[in-house]
């Protein structure tokens, strides 16, 4: 194990997300990685919420529950956290400071260059705006 990915910060959407990532960064851990497994709930920031909170825990959990079940299976240390925010890239760099990771890994839920430019897109402000190494994992069965 490198100590680049001894505490690896994943951040996860939801249940099928979640069980992605996981199998996308598995082949590059070991009992000795601790992955810290994060969801962020984007906060409107003073506009209607796109689902209620309550809500939006529950899938944080049962995505946190399918990393926990594949990670135990091959002995890899998992913390969990729900972190809050408007802006979620930077929630997840927060979080990422907060959990003293030594990178961040997460597994590009697609779009294309247009989509970044018109969204912001969380993948290229993670990639140009964190102070840690970033890691793009690959999208298995992807043409």
Do not use: C, W
């Not at 997840?92 to 590009?108: C, G, M, P, V, Y």
């Amino acid at each position: 194990m490198t100590e680049l990915l001894s505490r690896v910060l994943v951040p996860i959407a939801n249940e099928a997300d979640a069980v992605d990532t996981y199998d996308s960064l598995s082949g590059y851990l070991d009992s000795e990685t601790t992955i810290l497994v994060v969801h962020v709930i984007e906060k409107a920031g003073g506009g209607i919420d796109k689902a209620g909170v309550e809500q939006r825990e529950e899938i944080a959990e049962t995505a946190f529950e399918a990393v926990r079940g594949l990670a135990n299976a091959d002995d890899v240390p998992v913390e969990t956290g729900i972190h809050y925010g408007t802006d979620v890239a930077e929630t997840i760099n927060a979080a990422a400071d907060e959990r003293d990771a030594t990178a961040i890994a997460f597994r590009s839920r697609g779009g294309g260059r247009i989509l970044d430019f018109l969204s912001g897109s969380v993948r290229t402000k993670l990639v140009t705006g964190s102070d840690l190494p970033v890691i793009a994992l690959p999208r298995d069965g992807m043409e």
